[in-house]
Nanobody, 122 residues
Framework: VQLQASGGGSVQAGGSLRLSCAAS????????MGWFRQAPGNEREFVAA???????AYADSVKGRFTISRDNAKNTMYLQLSNLRPEDAADYYC?????????????????WGRGTLVTVSS
């Protein structure tokens, strides 16, 4: 199982980015897939996820600005970041959960990709 996140970069406040998470060794459509982020000095926090039924869930702080999506044919998950704020700056991670768990709890995820860095200037 491998997850590879990419697409991070530097943008000004109000700007947009699209993050990608390419998966191998499993089918993303058959698992819970999530995005988390971690800013310096902070704990890793939930951003968005697909639950077991394929429905989406978002952290309140990003609802209406971020959109999670996936392309099953490419076995890739995405996170569209729009109207970025300085407080959105962080390393963003994608993760996969094998067994039933809390999609908002990082401890329930089994596989993680390396982070991709997003910086937002004001």
């Amino acid at each position: 199982v491998q997850l590879q996140a990419s697409g991070g970069g530097s943008v000004q406040a109000g700007g947009s980015l699209r993050l990608s998470c390419a998966a191998s060794g499993f089918t993303i459509g058959s698992h819970v897939m999530g995005w988390f982020r971690q800013a310096p000095g902070n704990e890793r926090e939930f951003v968005a996820a697909f639950n077991w039924g394929g429905r989406t869930a978002y952290a309140d702080s990003v609802k209406g600005r971020f959109t999670i999506s996936r392309d099953n044919a490419k076995n890739t998950m995405y996170l569209q970041l729009s109207n970025l704020r300085p407080e959105d700056a962080a390393d963003y991670y994608c993760a996969m959960m094998r067994a039933l768990g809390n999609i908002r709890d990082e401890k329930d995820y089994n596989y993680w990709g390396r982070g991709t860095l997003v910086t937002v200037s004001s």
